[in-house]
């Protein structure tokens, strides 16, 4: 059994009251305590110990900590039968009881919803991880990577994990075919894997003696150059990583990167920043991945704001991964359309940094194949047509060579395959608007000094057209008279 795998021993003392409001603050957000633990003294709500034995385990504390509706909690009274539930008292206090609608306890509080599969699409095992399972709780899918699943255990169970069959479900682990040495005999024996992902469950639940087990022998083994932790105890749980030694057995290895999961700004916490904090300076990389979740995450607002604070405590943001079709998580799944929308708002309106990829993850263990808005808009023999974030469509030529096309009179994205225009600029571009009134500005201060001509070109007397000039090719001078004419 694992150390985390223990009871609960305090029951809540009284039905809390509404702790103070509940707006989120951009994140780091402020360290919340739900009414039912605000007199447990510091050092005992900083010890994992303490939040896991306390952690919520059952719909009947459930009751006396939030609302529900007689309907509601008949339902989720007999998936409890099947779903384990496991809150530790940290991750709790997130929530906002009076909201039943909130982020935090969709995620981790059962709902009748998961009792539903309207369609029929949702699959116990919807990546087909068992069928590539050459070992069992080893899934070796991608050539150079293989993924190990080490526990069932996790500090908070996910409503919407995709790996349900093996963390959520009551006697869903089969302990005993998963044998931990043939596992890392079998990465040990395939020079081809230099990545191994140690996942769960939540692998930082294991006991320590067991996460030096797969660590030592994984990081042994030459041709493994990555060893990926994916954890959410820096979400659910940071407490965990208070401990230097569990830090410093993890950065041991010299292999290790972390691979944690937030979804909502508001898990962004103090304690959260702290415990990536100490990740980092123990030299190990820390990269998210976010599941798109209906009602969590899947509006633009929230999602730069998640991405922001990922950044603001230094966690690079990897995925975004459209919510798997698994047994009871319908309710989260949006369409492909709300996850394009969102990168459409974030691509060119935030840094880089904080873009993750987004991706579906394909039904028959196709593994995960990004998807994104489209910016190529069209191509030709000599150019390709791309628009940006804006909606400006340039001509984009890609290697230094002579044009071959012929230039001929036509109009629109065509006269940009054509060469005979470079950009087309939306009215009412604010950027261009920018440059133009520093144009003036500029002007205006050079004719004060003395009437000289306007220094910026778009403020110059106009000039007959000169696609060449704009297209920067070295075209013969015939074509280039040909173009000009052309130039619409
Ligand atoms: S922490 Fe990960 S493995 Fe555990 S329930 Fe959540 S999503 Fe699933």
């Known amino acids: 059994m694992s150390e985390m795998e223990v009871s609960a021993t305090l029951e809540p003392a009284t039905v809390p009251q509404t702790p103070t409001a509940f707006e989120d603050d951009e994140p780091p957000s402020?360290?919340?305590?739900?009414?039912?633990?605000?007199?447990?003294?510091?050092?005992?709500w900083d010890d994992w110990r303490w939040q896991m034995q306390n952690a919520v385990r059952s719909v009947r504390q459930l009751r006396t900590l939030i609302e529900f509706s007689e309907e509601e909690?008949?339902?989720i009274g007999k998936l409890e039968a099947e779903y384990k539930v496991v809150i530790p008292p940290y991750y709790f206090s997130l929530i906002d009881p009076?909201?039943?609608?909130?982020?935090?306890?969709?995620?981790?509080?059962?709902?009748?919803?998961?009792?539903?599969?309207?369609?029929g699409y949702e699959l116990e095992d919807p990546l087909e991880e068992d069928k590539d399972s050459p070992v069992p709780g080893l899934t070796h899918r991608y050539p150079d990577r293989a993924l190990l699943v080490t526990t069932p255990a996790c500090s908070m169970y996910c409503r919407f994990c995709t790996?349900?069959?093996?963390?959520?479900?009551?006697?869903?682990?089969?302990?005993?075919?998963h044998d931990d040495h043939r596992m890392v005999e079998y990465v040990a024996k395939h020079s081809e894997i230099r990545d191994v992902i140690v996942s769960g469950g939540d692998p930082l639940t294991l006991?320590?003696?067991?996460?030096?087990?797969?660590?030592?022998?994984?990081?042994?083994?030459?041709h493994v150059d990555v060893i990926r932790i994916g954890t959410r105890v820096p979400v659910t749980l940071p407490q965990r990583l208070y401990d230097k030694d569990l830090i410093d057995l993890l950065a041991s290895s010299g292999k290790v990167w972390i691979q944690t999961h937030f979804n909502h700004p508001r898990e962004i916490t103090p304690e959260a920043k702290r415990v990536c904090n100490a990740l980092l300076?123990?030299?190990?990389?820390?990269?998210?991945?976010?599941v798109l979740l209906q009602g969590v995450n899947d509006d633009l607002g929230t999602m730069r704001s998640l991405l922001r604070g990922l950044l603001r405590i230094k966690v690079r943001p990897y995925y975004l991964f459209h919510c798997d079709p698994v047994i009871g998580a319908g309710h989260?799944?949006?369409?492909?359309?709300?996850?394009?929308?969102?990168?459409?708002?974030?691509?060119?309106?935030?840094?880089?940094?904080?873009?993750?990829?987004y991706v579906i993850d394909s039904p028959h263990g196709g593994g995960k194949i990004p998807v994104m808005p489209?910016?190529?808009?069209?191509?030709?023999?000599?150019?390709?047509?791309?628009?940006?974030?804006e909606g400006q469509i340039v001509r984009y030529q890609a290697q230094d060579k002579p044009a071959t096309t012929e230039p001929t009179f036509t109009r629109g994205v065509s006269s940009l395959l054509q060469g005979t225009r470079t950009v087309i600029i939306p009215e009412g571009n604010e950027r261009m608007a920018r440059r133009k009134q520093r144009a003036l500005g500029e002007a205006m201060g050079s004719s004060c000094g003395g009437g000289s001509a306007p220094s910026h070109p778009e403020l110059a007397p106009s000039q007959p057209k000169q696609p060449l000039l704009e297209l920067g090719l070295r075209n013969p001078v015939k074509r280039r008279r040909k173009v000009a004419a052309l130039a619409d």
């Open 73 to 75: 909690l008949e339902v």
């Open 163 to 177: 790996r349900k069959r093996a963390t959520l479900t009551r006697g869903g682990w089969d302990s005993v075919s």
């Open 30 to 44: 402020t360290p919340r305590r739900h009414q039912a633990w605000k007199n447990v003294p510091k050092k005992q």
């Open 98 to 119: 009076t909201n039943p609608k909130d982020p935090i306890r969709l995620q981790s509080v059962p709902s009748p919803l998961e009792a539903e599969n309207p369609s």
């Open 281 to 290: 300076r123990a030299g190990m990389p820390v990269n998210n991945h976010s």
């Open 374 to 389: 489209n910016y190529l808009i069209s191509a030709g023999d000599d150019a390709v047509v791309l628009r940006n974030f």
């Open 207 to 222: 006991p320590t003696s067991k996460l030096k087990f797969f660590l030592d022998g994984l990081s042994a083994i030459p």
């Open 332 to 357: 989260f799944r949006t369409s492909v359309w709300k996850g394009i929308e969102i990168m459409e708002g974030l691509r060119g309106h935030m840094s880089g940094l904080g873009i993750p990829t």
